[in-house]
């Protein structure tokens, strides 16, 4: 089976800090994808990255940036959070061609 | 711009009963669609991808169906159990970008015993 697997279920942060999620995948996936979720808004797409070192904005990539240094990692950085970022995190993977998305089991940041 | 629609946003059965959730998207030009299920405060577990050549797919009590000229798919459930209670979610895949997936809001369905 597929894993995706989020570095942490529960963050709390203050305002102001530089912050790090991060995510990992055992599939040998080429592409990996940050998303948001917000009541009332759905998932949204921060990032995407189709290889190593490469990344894409996606909808709402103000405030945050990217890393992927290696293919099975892709990190989430705040580069200092505000209240507003305070949001359910979730990363996901998936090959390339026309195939299957997968999600890790999120991150609840709450920035305060 | 395509827009993904899920109809009713929330839906409550007795168990045993079969139910379907609604999926519309205005564009039809995809490469797939993907149903996902969501249980509280956890993430997106996947159920079904139905490329845009599919009519339908099948896992266990779950078929989803495709109709993508008419920009509409559905989830049926079979003999809805407390278990089955969540949040289900659909995506399409549009076409010629890097994979980006459009979500709907969802429906979150409750099952009483």
């Known amino acids: 089976d597929v894993k995706v697997t989020q570095s942490s279920r529960y963050l709390v942060k203050r305002t102001g800090e530089k912050v790090f999620l991060e995510c990992v995948q055992d599939?040998?996936?080429?592409?990996m994808f940050w998303y948001r979720q917000d009541p009332g808004l759905g998932l949204r797409l921060i990032y995407f990255s189709y290889d190593v070192k490469m990344k894409e904005k996606g909808d709402i990539p103000e405030g945050y940036s990217v890393s992927r240094e290696k293919k099975e990692r892709f990190s989430l950085i705040l580069e200092s959070a505000s209240t507003n970022q305070t949001s359910m995190y979730l990363c996901?993977?998936?090959?390339?061609?026309?195939?299957?998305?997968?999600f890790g089991q999120g991150t609840r940041l709450t920035v305060v | 711009k395509q827009e993904v629609t899920q109809i009713p946003a929330a839906l409550s059965v007795p168990e045993g009963e079969n139910l379907v959730l609604n999926c519309s998207f205005t564009d039809s030009a995809i490469y797939n669609l993907q149903w996902f299920r969501q249980d509280p405060g956890k993430g997106l577990t996947s159920l079904l991808l139905i490329q845009s050549s599919q009519r339908e797919q099948t896992s266990g009590r779950l078929n989803a169906s495709l109709d993508k000229s008419s920009g509409r798919s559905t989830l049926y459930i079979a003999a809805s159990q407390p278990g089955d209670s969540a949040t289900y979610l659909c995506a399409v895949r549009p076409s010629g970008n890097t994979g980006k997936l459009i979500f709907g809001q969802g429906t979150t369905l409750q099952v009483k015993p």
């Open positions: 599939m040998d996936h080429e592409n």
């Open positions: 996901a993977s998936r090959s390339d061609g026309v195939t299957e998305a997968f």
